[in-house]
């Protein structure tokens, strides 16, 4: 794989992340043509041009066959030190290069990589993010991104946040431009706090992102579903983020195809086997009704799995000891599981690998109910507990008056009372608890599913 680099002379930034460049690697010189030089290394081929990089249309022709075009860029704003990257295109009129509606081909996996790869890499001071989909050009001929540094003539001038950027570039090799874990983004500012928090937290790529302003510009969406197509074939997504009602948008999206999801399903989907994922929210219900997934889920997927009703009773007697305990036996030993309360409370329904993941998971509860109750047995059908414990009414028949003496012998202490010595076993009565364990049903997931 092959990386282009885009260097323009006309830019004073991408001069120097262009110097950085031939710095950090051995290349070899191999020009063809006096107005654009020519470097080679293995897996990157840089070539600079007098231009600027809004007016270089079509540039992949000029590389020998690249998969992947990174323009190293200087970034204006009111931002301060700042490295980003962003897609390029325009959702109205091409005010900055490129044509009017029309996108380039996006790279979600390697523009992934570079927004990691400026968190390594960035200078003391600098701050790391991403931009909407804006400018120019819109033609490439392969998927390309601008990599940026930011924001006035102190930084361009920086040789350490030059550095920084051209790392970032470096680490793309062999790094694909497309993975199947990608989405789109609607709405939100221009820096897509939003698209930022879910490149940075899950394990999904961002395509395309078309701010509210682009939104704006674009218009009404349903008048330009053409558009709205492109976000999504130029990612190579299908699902989509968006941030706010937009009713016109989401229907425009609706109608041709693509799902919107939201951020949760996507943290929540991390590391699970999407067909596995389709799956469970089929047979149990969707993560934005309360669907969790547990750690199991995130290894090989199962051909089949069990499903069976919580035991809702259980597991909240369990919680009462130890909440943190409680949901973390749902996470280690369950497929899926259904919950309430944002997520804090297990019930409804459960899945598991297995048979004896769902008795491990039913064990871990009975182990937490041990610290409660003086016994806890388990059989096939149900969990038994009993607890021993003070009966205030046993006490006052014995004459025991309220007080003191009442803690003493709810606290295991005989009391004395008119000369006679009582035990807290004469004034304690035995409670009994049965939780019922529902049956399992196995489920055979679909050949296509798998």
């Known amino acids: 794989m092959t990386v282009g680099i885009v260097v323009s002379r006309a830019d004073s930034a991408s001069r120097a992340i262009g ?6 690697r051995n290349w070899e010189r191999a020009d063809d043509d006096a107005s654009a030089a020519r470097h080679r290394c293995e897996g ?5 041009f007098e231009d600027w990089h809004l007016e270089l249309d079509d540039i992949a022709e000029v590389f020998d066959d690249p998969e992947l075009v990174v323009f190293a860029s200087r970034h204006s704003g009111e931002t301060g030190p700042f490295l980003t990257a962003h897609f390029t295109g325009n959702f109205g009129a091409a005010e900055h290069g490129g044509a009017d509606r029309s996108l380039a081909e996006a790279c979600p996996n390697a523009h992934r990589e570079v927004v990691s790869a400026f968190a ?15 400018h120019g050009p819109t033609s490439v001929g392969v998927p390309s991104m601008f990599v940026e540094l930011g924001s006035g003539e102190d930084q361009w001038a920086d040789e350490d946040a030059a550095e920084a950027v051209a790392r970032a570039i470096l680490d793309l090799q062999g790094v694909a431009p497309h993975t199947e874990r990608t989405v789109v983004a609607f709405g939100g500012g221009h820096y897509v706090p939003r698209p930022t928090r879910v490149v940075e937290t899950t394990d999904w790529a961002v395509g395309h992102i078309a701010a509210d302003w682009c939104l704006d510009d674009l218009g009404d969406p349903r008048e330009h579903a053409d558009v709205v197509d492109q976000v999504f074939v130029e990612s190579d997504a299908t699902r989509a983020v968006v941030d706010g009602e937009k009713p016109r948008l989401r229907s425009v999206i609706d109608d041709l195809g693509y799902d919107v999801v939201s951020e949760t399903w996507l943290r929540e989907t991390t590391g699970v086997d999407l067909d596995l994922v389709d799956d469970l929210e089929t047979h149990l219900c969707s993560v934005d009704d309360g669907l969790r997934f547990g750690d199991a889920a995130r290894r090989e997927p199962p051909a089949e799995y069990v499903v069976a009703d919580h035991p809702d009773g259980l597991w909240a007697d369990a919680h009462s000891v130890d909440p943190d305990a409680a949901l973390a036996a749902a996470s280690e030993h369950a497929l899926a599981y259904t919950t309430e309360e944002s997520g804090n409370r297990v019930a409804g329904e459960v899945a598991f690998a297995d048979a004896e993941a769902y008795d491990d998971y039913v064990d871990a509860l009975v182990g937490l109910l041990d610290e409660k109750y003086d016994d806890v047995t388990r059989d096939d059908a149900a969990v038994h507990v009993v607890d021993e414990s003070f009966d205030p009414e046993k006490a006052m028949t014995l004459g025991v008056p309220e007080g003191p003496k009442f803690g003493r012998l709810a606290a295991g202490q005989p009391v004395e009372v008119n000369g006679e010595e009582i035990s807290p076993e004469t004034v304690s009565s035995e409670r009994e608890e049965t939780y019922p364990l529902a049956e399992r049903e196995t489920v055979v997931r679909h050949e296509g599913e798998r």
Do not use: K
């Not at 110097?19 to 950090?24: D, M």
């Not at 990157?44 to 600079?48: A, D, V, Y």
């Open 19 to 24: 110097e950085r460049l031939l710095a950090l």
């Open 44 to 48: 990157f081929e840089l070539r600079e």
């Open 120 to 134: 390594d890499h960035a200078p003391g001071g600098y701050e790391v993010g991403m931009e909407c989909t804006h």
